[in-house]
């Protein structure tokens, strides 16, 4: 039977201090009312000012390596999906493998911004197929705070920090990770981007004026392309794999704005309490998001085993990926 990857453990952390729609109401020219029916947004964490990204990551680790009854020194890569990492160089891998005292494995960054987790599952699905890795701890990890503009009410509302893991290993078996899709298409760079920092624009008095330090968005805009390229990736997604929509038991959508998650499951013809869903709570926290929705699912024993499971997300870049799960 054909090698295929499975994940065997799941983890999540955010960090405590909570920032509601309310607190922002208090700063911002917004309102509750206008984030909670644009977004579905409630509340966000804010990582602590001593927490860093890997602070983040190396919580969720722990709880995956536990769940998948691992030690650290037992890994043979870790991946971290991130565009909001402890530094531009060393990588926050590096950081994360330092902090859980894995030995001298592989350890690297990926960025593909809120696709980035689906990105990585990818990457480390096929180190798994050709026998390369046996052990791959893949996060996705935000600190998404540090890069906002907290005086512009068209991004700052949105985003949130937080960190999901999981662990990949190799089976023979009909279950686990059945196809991966990526997708980017660089011409829309600017529908959202951080400018600033790179060799482009590196930092200067001018680019901190500027504010070119922080997450610009043209989020109508990108509204529109993710709802439409999301409904044809789905099903594409699905064709693919030879299913019907109603064979799905779970989607387990990026967290970025409740109405385009729900034209997705609308598309799916799928109920709403089969789409996993937390973005009330955490806001979007990229590439996070989606590991943190299926570490929760996995916990509230929502999903079970030969459940179908679609993963889909949509981001900077611009990036759109899939994956498709037999549990
Ligand atoms: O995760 C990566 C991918 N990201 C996405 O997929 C996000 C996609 N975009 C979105 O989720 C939505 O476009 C937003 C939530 C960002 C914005 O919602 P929208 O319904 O597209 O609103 P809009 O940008 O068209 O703005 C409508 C109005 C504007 O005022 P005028 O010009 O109509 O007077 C904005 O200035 O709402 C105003 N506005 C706000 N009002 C109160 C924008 N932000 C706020 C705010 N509070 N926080």
Redesign the pocket.
């Known amino acids: 039977m054909t090698l295929r990857s499975k994940i065997t453990g799941t983890g999540s952390y955010v960090p405590k201090k909570v920032i509601s729609n309310f607190d922002?109401e208090k700063k911002?020219?917004?309102?509750d009312e206008?984030?909670t029916e644009?977004?579905g947004i409630k509340e966000r964490r804010i990582a602590a000012r001593n927490e860093t990204n890997s602070d983040l990551c190396l919580e969720a680790s722990k709880k995956a390596l536990e769940a998948a009854g691992l030690k650290a020194k037992e890994l043979d890569m870790i991946i971290v999906a991130t565009m909001s990492g402890d530094m531009p160089m060393p990588s926050t891998a590096a950081f994360l493998q330092s902090k859980l005292g894995a030995k001298e494995i592989a350890a690297f960054d990926m960025n593909a911004?809120?696709s980035g987790f689906l990105y990585g599952l990818s990457v480390a699905d096929n180190f798994i197929k050709t026998g390369t890795a046996k052990k791959i701890l893949l996060v996705g990890s935000e600190v998404n705070s540090r890069f906002l503009d907290w005086e512009d009410?068209?991004?700052c509302?949105?985003f949130g920090d937080g960190a999901g893991a999981v662990i990949l290993e190799p089976t023979r078996s009909k279950r686990g990770i059945l196809s991966t899709s990526l997708y980017s298409d660089g011409d829309m760079w600017d529908y959202?981007c951080l400018p600033g920092g790179g060799s482009t624009h590196p930092a200067s008095a001018k680019t901190i004026k500027e504010k070119k330090h922080y997450i610009k968005?043209r989020?109508?805009e990108?509204?529109k392309i993710?709802v439409r390229t999301l409904e044809k990736l789905v099903i594409d997604t699905l064709k693919e794999n030879n299913l019907k929509p109603s064979q799905l038991s779970m989607l387990i959508p990026?967290q970025?704005?409740l109405?385009?998650i729900s034209a997705t499951a609308k598309r799916l013809k799928l109920p709403m309490d089969k789409v996993a869903l937390n973005l009330d709570k955490y806001g979007?926290t990229?590439s996070a998001s989606i590991p943190i929705a299926l570490d929760e699912v996995v916990r509230e024993k929502r999903i079970k085993k030969d459940d179908y499971i679609l993963l889909e997300a949509?981001?900077?870049g611009l990036t759109w990926a899939s994956a498709l799960i037999k549990w």
Not at 28 to 31: F, G, P
Request: net charge positive; aromatic share 10%.
């Open positions: 922002l911002l020219n917004t309102s206008w984030i644009r977004t911004a809120c009410r068209t991004t509302v949105l959202i968005m989020g109508n990108t509204f993710a990026h970025a704005n109405r385009i979007n990229s949509f981001g900077g």
